[in-house]
């Protein structure tokens, strides 16, 4: 018995949910969860079908597209543990809660490698026993150091990549190696305060909360389709510096959780926006 | 083009939604909403289905009946507009919300009646055109007074009784009377303080989050399914008092979620649960 | 025995507490609640003192007077109800809630009068015999106009105006006459979706919470101090609409929540800030 | 320059701020933050005051005794870094990350050892070089079992004792040595199901949100006095397992936040109750 995980995406029309959920009943797949949404708005329909049985694959697919509207999309993956390549920088935040969590059993993940472009996460990762490769951004220009880096990554099969804290803006070279398939968490409730420095932009507004944003990476810095947010209430007694710190605990569990979704193949991209089942 | 609102509740089994699905397609239903709930433990399955379409009810709930397992339960209910009596003591900020929220649109429901143990809130209902009715419980026996309230009640033919801090307890006879059609705001996160003047007994306790729970009435106090809890943060600086007040936006917020969710055919009673679809 | 509020604001210096507290000490008042609050990175001290006794107003400042540092800035006001008046556009929900919210005492506030750019929430008001007064914008100028209402406004000699949903910016002229006493909700979590249809911008961006905030008006559009903020989740089943229809409760939440600690004198603005107690 | 905290706990009498500030003031030393409250129920004056200077010790408080009512209680302790003993059972995520905060300084502890009834959370332990000791609970009565802890964690000389789910009951012989200095972490939104298997208990009872609390251990299992509370929202969809699964995540963040409260001296323990400055 495996578990896989159908999506699907195509132009809505009347009687499709029977349509796929009978073309599943007739391969004697039982199906453990389904959800499914309609934009009424651009006329599009998406669903997420969890089953369990004998897959024969090709068959499966071949059934369905001959009930589903032309230019239809689909996937069809198993269920179970992925496997991903974590970039960071200094924080140590939000990767320490990636290994902790993995380590766990609280992420259903495999950590193939941390790569960094400085050195001061290798003795956090190496408690984990997790492959750490420096590669310095300095005296190489962005492209080459881009290049080094995927070198490296290229080389894990990963499934994803996640932006644990990594804070250099990668060029658009390197997001179409993996598209919708990076995952960053930008430190502040999006849109409000992209780029550099978003407490000391929170603090100068003097927002009364403070938020970040897990989001798939596109060539438009922090403008990618988001996945989760959540938000801290602050009040005046709050620097910069505390929003800082206060706001560590936020990007760690959103980034956590973004990743849980994206792993479960709860996420799918549709434009610049995200349907999360 | 009607719309209508259709839930399925009945063992589960391989093949219902496409089961389900596939009949309302063969009557050229459309499916707007759907949402589906296997609760695995007990192996029961739950189905809403939002349908626009020319109705053959009967017709429908028959072809359903040959494809679902025995001793299924199916309600096929108008979308829109229903019809609500309103019960109060003393206290106008539930009741006050109703009215206005009705008042604007922002809840889809007529309101019959106003029925009350006291005189005090009759001014706050006046203002909005809504018969009030004020039956004292002094002087007579419980039984004496529920059966005045149900004889002025029942000429309603309300869907639903709202107690809206109707302080207090209703008779299992009353209860009966509207089985799953009685919906109660209690003034504290469910199961803590059940009973009486639960804000003294969280400030006693020393809580740090105070709450409100909307649930259906059933024969046991404070004890019936489930509708909708929320919460807000307090501390050392609230009395008892004060979290009273606050709590009251809280109560009012919780109640008219949950009313929303009720008269949007969104809330299906199960055992002492509800799925909320 | 009366009670008031002094509010102090003056630049930051050793055994600040002590002074003030003591000539409070010297006046024989007592000190009900008090709350301080250093600015470090400016060296600006801010406290709010509550206060009850016999007061002797001019007394009381000028001993303090004589022990602050040079350039401080005191209020002494009595705490109890303030006098507003609400400028409205077409929608109820804000003002529906201030309405009622005063009804019942929730809100310690003498609503003077509702003025509108329409004659839709009319009925509204009248239902809590408030005055309310329709002022065209149609066939004036924009000055012309505001001239109208201030006008109206000025004969009541209101503390603050709230803008409930008012939909039209104000000239610098018309804010300069109520410096740091109009309140406006933004129904948006700023600084993000400044300007016309925030709803549809966050919906266009697909993120995953909403929000309202409460400020005062300054000169810059969506730009002077925030006082409250709050948001919600919202998910991709949400229409632009949809966002909108769920962000009203947010809105009318976090426009009495600002108004509330506005009339407690809670609220200290400090540049383009404020400090909230 | 050092930084010291004192608390204050005494009858309520005016000019308490005015005195208490007023002695720190003579011995020159400035109020970095201050925090007063006033419970006039029981007419009972709090207040922590942050100070920084050059302290005589002996001198401040034999000075304020002299003008603070009989029978007060004070206590000035250095601020910075206290010494922790972790107790566990089996359970990875709160230890996980204390060990991880710390570790990355978010917490600002000394972790001296971690004590547990079962091995199983020693390699975890190890990673962070923190001594691990194992007092298996079979064969033993539980007296002497808490004895065999005791005669281990007492060598340490912590200054709190933190149980991060260790999931037996302390007995009074054991609580009276920690005084008010052995954090728990409990799996609900106590008082709401006390005892054990609170996830169970929750799904059971259908609620829709669930929560975690972090209090004092007295000798009434989960009556202690509560330091933090936070809730999550579920749904009809969590099963008792995924209600635990979610909940872990509230259960480390709230110990964490507990946990950062007392270490700053921010807790009073008052009654049953806390005030949390």
């Not at 934009?39 to 589903?68: C, S």
């Not at 919708?180 to 430190?187: G, K």
């Not at 005046?236 to 929003?243: F, K, V």
């Amino acid at each position: 018995m495996e578990r896989k995980i159908l999506i699907t995406d195509c132009a809505d029309a009347q009687g499709l949910i029977a349509k796929i959920t009978g073309v599943c009943f007739q391969h004697q797949l039982n199906i453990i969860k389904n959800s499914e949404f309609v934009d009424n708005g651009q006329g599009r329909f998406f669903m997420r079908t969890e089953l369990e049985g004998e897959f024969n694959d090709e068959g499966l697919l071949a059934d369905l597209r001959k009930v589903l509207p032309e230019q239809n999309h689909m996937t069809l993956v198993n269920a179970g543990k992925k496997r991903i390549v974590v970039m960071v920088t200094k924080e140590a935040h939000c990767l320490g809660d990636i290994l902790m969590k993995s380590f766990y059993g609280a992420l259903d993940v495999e950590i193939a490698a941390v790569v960094s472009n400085y050195e001061i996460l290798k003795p956090l990762t190496d408690k984990f026993d997790v492959p750490f490769h420096f590669v310095s951004h300095e005296g190489v220009t962005r492209g080459e150091h881009e290049q080094k880096m995927l070198s490296i990554i290229d080389t894990y099969n990963a499934e994803y990549l996640v932006l644990a804290k990594y804070m250099r803006v990668l060029t658009p070279e390197f997001v179409e190696r993996y598209p919708n398939r990076i995952i960053n968490i930008h430190h502040s409730f999006l849109p409000a305060f992209v780029g550099a420095s978003p407490y000391r932009q929170a603090w100068e507004r003097g927002v009364k909360i403070i938020g970040a944003t897990a989001h798939f990476v596109n060539n438009c810095l922090d403008e990618g389709p988001i996945i989760k947010q959540d938000v801290i209430p602050v009040d005046h007694h709050y620097s910069a510096e505390d929003m800082a710190r206060s706001g560590r605990d936020v990007e760690k569990s959103v980034l956590s959780k973004a990743l849980q979704l994206v792993l479960n193949e709860q996420v799918v991209v549709y434009g610049n926006k995200t349907v999360v089942f």
